[in-house]
């Protein structure tokens, strides 16, 4: 079993910046893929950027160019920069971790952390 614990969410204005941090513990020799997913009121759950353990990735359009994942592998966590955000970027942000080469989601989710962004 993998634990993933999200930290950093808040209430930014548009425009600015924050960065989403998602530690994994348990199991974690085997995971490949991590990413953030988010979901916003009435919405269904939604990729935003994933990250192998290789350094590839895989970005949403709607984010491509403003938002950066990356990864620690030594410290089995994953972050998102978010810079320019937008109204529309509201949600709360997931953290998803499995041990497959496909891009998920699969496997385990951390509790969220809420991003708010005003306009």
């Known amino acids: 079993q993998v634990q993933l614990v999200e930290s950093g969410g808040g209430l930014v204005q548009a425009g600015g910046s924050l960065r989403l941090s998602c530690a994994a513990s348990?199991?974690?020799?085997?995971?490949?893929?991590m990413g953030w997913y988010r979901q916003a009121p009435g919405k269904q759950r939604e990729l935003v950027a994933a990250?192998?353990?290789?350094?590839?990735?895989n970005y949403a359009d709607s984010v491509q160019g403003r938002f950066t994942i990356s990864r620690d592998n030594a410290k089995n966590t994953v972050y998102l920069q978010m810079n320019g955000l937008k109204p529309e970027d509201t949600a709360v942000y997931y953290c998803?971790?499995?041990?497959?080469?496909?891009?998920?989601?699969?496997?385990?989710w951390g509790q969220g952390t809420q991003v708010t962004v005003s306009s």
């Open positions: 998803n971790a499995h041990f497959g080469r496909a891009w998920g989601p699969f496997g385990s």
């Open positions: 348990g199991h974690t020799f085997s995971i490949n893929v």
């Open positions: 990250i192998r353990s290789d350094g590839s990735t």
